[in-house]
């Protein structure tokens, strides 16, 4: 493959990518923040079971039987966000919405790679369970689900977490993906991110790995190196729709590509987003929900915070055949 530089779009929302493997060797003259860092163990980690008392009172979680809410037993707990950017009881010139965070897990574990598939199956059902939840409340448009993992990406607290802020309004990039989506719909005739797992998986030079159900695909254009897009197979707009087998299949998928990650970029801080159809938005013909994986393995700086273009130096195709020869067994 040649490194000569080459401009892509996302074939989805026309954002622009620069791929330009050359830039790689520039000088750094200023040092790097090393992208996961954190104490050894947990002091006084609020997250941790046994400090339920540090954080508000859960609205979802599971537990062994017979425990008591707001006290140890658990599995996972949702609890509002101690700290919310959006207000319940909002006043009439506040920001109305719910902030919430997923605490994982029980134990003080910060990769969520080091996670079971059957727990990390937990999470993505209580994703599913707190959509649902959300959808309830007919002023709320639609839920951002995240993850932010290392200081880089964002994170305040190292025990694996996720967080569910739900808005009353779309945000402008799931915006500009349904709009975009929908064009393609209306000129094609089919949904584009249907075309998009075809293609994909036709060519095989960016896949990273697939199950019966998903497909891990080096994006086309990333905003940073060994971005990777996890995509069902078959049509599927809500993720609210996904069933507990599902879930687990995913969840496996998942762990295999964060350990690639982590062996082939150097255990980097990364985020995960989930981008679903909006609350109520029914059997969308032309949009898919999918998980972008966007570690950070640079930092934005002016044409990406000025201009919304990004430039990175691994070509997804060798970063999809990287992440491939990394890939654990199972």
Known sequence: ?????????????GRWAVVAPARAARPHELGDARPRCGPAAALACPFCEGAEHDTPHEVYALRAAGSAPNGPGWRLRVVPNKFPALQTLAKPQAAYGCAEVLIDCPEHVENPADLSDAHQRDVLCAYRARLAAHAADPRLAHV??????GAEAG??????????????VVPGLLQAEL?????????????VFCELVERER???TRVVAET?????????????????????KEHAPCYEAIADGAALELAGLMRRVLRALD??????????????????AGDLPH??????LMPRTARPAGLEWGFGAHIVTVAPERAASALRAALPAQ
């Open 1 to 13: 493959m040649s490194d000569e530089p080459e401009l892509r779009r996302d074939p989805v929302t």
């Open 144 to 149: 951002a689900v995240f993850k932010n993992v």
């Open 155 to 168: 994170a305040s607290i190292a025990h694996t977490h996720s967080q569910l802020i739900a808005l009353p």
């Open 179 to 191: 709009s975009g989506a929908e064009a393609h719909f209306a000129r094609a005739g089919h949904c």
């Open 202 to 204: 036709t060519d095989g």
């Open 212 to 232: 019966a159900y998903f497909v891990a695909v080096a994006a086309y254009a990333p905003r940073f190196a060994y971005e990777v897009w996890l995509l069902p």
């Open 263 to 280: 062996a082939v970029a150097g255990a980097p801080a990364y985020n995960w987003f989930l981008h679903t159809s909006p609350l109520r």
């Open 287 to 292: 949009y898919h929900w999918h998980i972008e």
